[in-house]
C-alpha cells in the first residue's frame, strides 16, 4: 500500500471526493464509472489509485460501508435482514449475505439475534467504532462462547 506523501494533493482530494461519496451515498446504486468521474480520472486509474491509496478497491470499500450501515439496523431488530439488505443499497440477499459473512464473521441473522444490549447504552458514535468491521484476515476470529 502507498503512503500518503507518495499522492499530490489533487489525487488525494479526487480520491477523497468519491470516497466521499461512498460514505454519504452508499445505499444508492454506485459503480466505479460513476465514482471514477466524481473523481475526474478514467475508471481504470480511479481504480488503481484508490488501491493504492485507501488498501482496498472502490467495491470492498463501498460493501464495508454497507456492512457497517447494516450492523447497525441488524441491531435495532425491528428490520427483517432482507429488508436491511434493501435498505444498504444492495439487490442481492444472497451476495449481501455472503459479504456480511465474510466481513463480520457471522451471517447477518446471526448477528441480528445477538444481544446487542450493551451496545445499546454507547453513544451512535462510539458503537460505530466498535463494532467497525475488519478486513484484516490476519487476527483472529473472535472466540465463539
Known amino acids: 500500500?502507498?503512503?500518503?506523501?507518495?499522492?499530490?494533493?489533487?489525487?488525494?482530494?479526487?480520491?477523497?471526493?468519491?470516497?466521499?461519496?461512498?460514505?454519504r451515498d452508499y445505499a444508492k446504486p454506485l459503480d466505479v464509472p460513476m465514482l471514477a468521474r466524481a473523481?475526474?480520472?478514467?475508471?481504470?486509474?480511479f481504480s488503481r489509485q484508490f488501491r493504492a491509496a485507501y488498501g482496498e478497491t472502490p467495491y470492498a470499500?463501498?460493501?464495508?460501508r454497507r456492512?457497517?450501515?447494516?450492523?447497525?439496523l441488524l441491531r435495532r431488530g425491528d428490520l427483517s435482514v432482507t429488508d436491511v439488505c434493501f435498505a444498504v443499497g444492495c439487490t442481492s440477499l444472497g451476495s449481501f449475505s455472503a459479504r456480511f459473512s465474510e466481513i463480520v464473521g457471522v451471517s447477518p441473522s446471526v448477528y441480528r439475534s445477538r444481544d446487542h444490549?450493551?451496545?445499546?447504552?454507547?453513544?451512535?458514535?462510539?458503537?460505530?467504532?466498535?463494532?467497525?468491521?475488519?478486513?484484516?484476515?490476519?487476527a483472529s476470529p473472535p472466540s465463539q462462547s
Do not use: I, K, W
Open 39 to 45: 473523481a475526474y480520472m478514467s475508471p481504470a486509474h
Open 67 to 72: 456492512v457497517e450501515r447494516a450492523m447497525t
Open 117 to 138: 444490549s450493551a451496545v445499546a447504552e454507547l453513544p451512535g458514535c462510539v458503537a460505530m467504532a466498535m463494532g467497525r468491521p475488519s478486513r484484516n484476515r490476519e
Open 1 to 23: 500500500m502507498s503512503t500518503p506523501e507518495q499522492f499530490d494533493v489533487a489525487t488525494l482530494t479526487s480520491l477523497r471526493r468519491a470516497r466521499d461519496l461512498m460514505d
Open 61 to 64: 470499500y463501498l460493501m464495508t
